[in-house]
């Protein structure tokens, strides 16, 4: 029997990840070598890293079943953290509307799982740069697609028309702010120091010109990866909450693969929801649709709100008021 690669201690989830991907070569070779020797034998991976002990205590801890995580909300104390009184918005059809509040719980799909292939993508290497430099700037943006998981929010003091017309006129948006969010979130205080598989940040995205370049050494941050996006989504305005899992990267290689496609994390929802508004000019059974599952899942119903666009210029206002001048 060889010797075991010893593992060093980390200080950081991304300085093990860095290390596991330079290693990955290497550490490869030395598996197929004791595989020949008999001395490893190939198991497949399981679909979740929580298993055993760990995923009876998640079940029994889960409101609905062993598929939702509780997690707990760390402030990374960076400028990209939203102030608690932020209004955030998620447009959405009455489907989604309907399974998260099933739940109890928000949906987090990984990076790679995105209609934008170019989600997360690092700000090109300076001019000068080596092939060995791009190439690992390369790899370690197709790595963090697949252990990155994110929930996505609008932020804005009122509705967007822009964000409206996604969805037509038979979606509704959920209004909450971000301390409320983070709160409800926040299902695992007694973590302390926070386990990263078992942590939850959020933060502003920053919208960033293709043309932008920057050292790789600047890119290592694999939270920085999902809080950056090209600037023709500016619009989107987008504050996300951000879920680092090592583990879900099927394999290190030129085209990692995703082991989950996304994971559901418990959430308060009734004390993080501070209005479910209705798309503007929707019909009536939007309206009672709508009522009928807030009521289902305990919701007051005052918090059943039209759009304010519906009612655009003030009745008081007369054409009369207006001075048009001579």
């Given at each position: ?8 201690k ?6 093990e ?11 490869a070779?030395?598996?197929?070598a004791a ?8 198991r ?15 079940a ?6 062993p ?34 509040l099933?739940?109890n719980?928000?949906y987090?799909?990984?990076l ?13 290497p300076p ?5 060995e430099?791009k ?5 370690t ?9 994110v929930?996505c929010?609008?932020?804005s003091?009122?509705e967007?028309a822009?964000?409206?017309a996604?969805y ?8 909450t ?9 926040h ?5 302390n ?23 790789p050494a600047?890119v ?17 305005k987008e ?13 290190f ?9 996304g ?5 308060c ?21 709508v ?5 289902r899942?305990?919701?007051?119903l ?21 001075s048009l001048?001579?």
């Amino acid at each position: 029997m060889t010797n075991k690669q010893p593992i060093p201690k980390f200080a950081t989830e991304a300085e093990e990840a860095e290390w596991w991907y330079e290693q990955r070569d290497r550490l490869a070779e030395k598996a197929e070598a004791a595989m020949a020797r008999s001395e490893l034998k190939p198991r497949s991976l399981p679909s979740s890293p929580i298993t055993g002990s760990s995923a009876a205590k998640v079940a029994s801890e889960a409101p609905n079943g062993p598929d939702i995580l509780k997690l707990s909300y760390v402030d990374m104390g960076t400028r990209q953290v939203p102030p608690p009184e932020a209004q955030l918005w998620r447009f959405m059809d009455l489907a989604k509307l309907v399974s998260m509040l099933d739940h109890n719980a928000l949906y987090f799909p990984v990076l790679a799982s995105l209609n934008d292939e170019l989600e997360g993508s690092p700000p090109r290497p300076p001019q000068g740069s080596t092939d060995e430099d791009k190439l690992r700037v390369y790899d370690t943006w197709q790595y963090n697609r697949t252990v990155l998981f994110v929930n996505c929010w609008h932020q804005s003091d009122d509705e967007s028309a822009a964000m409206w017309a996604l969805y037509g006129n038979q979606g509704v948006a959920v209004r909450t702010t971000f301390g409320l969010l983070t709160k409800a979130v926040h299902q695992c205080p007694s973590a302390n120091p926070p386990v990263p598989y078992l942590t939850v940040v959020g933060g502003m995205v920053d919208y960033l010109s293709p043309d932008k370049t920057s050292p790789p050494a600047d890119v290592s941050n694999p939270i920085a990866y999902a809080l950056r996006k090209l600037h023709w989504y500016e619009y989107e305005k987008e504050v996300r909450l951000i879920y680092h899992l090592h583990s879900n990267c099927e394999h290190f290689s030129r085209f990692p693969c995703a082991k989950q496609k996304g994971v559901w994390v418990s959430c308060c929802l009734p004390t993080a929801i501070s209005a479910v508004v209705l798309a503007p000019f929707s019909p009536p059974f939007l309206e009672e649709a709508v009522r009928a599952v807030c009521s289902r899942f305990g919701l007051d119903l005052s918090l059943v709100q039209r759009s304010r666009i519906e009612q655009g210029v003030p009745s008081v206002w007369t054409f009369s008021d207006v001075s048009l001048g001579s």
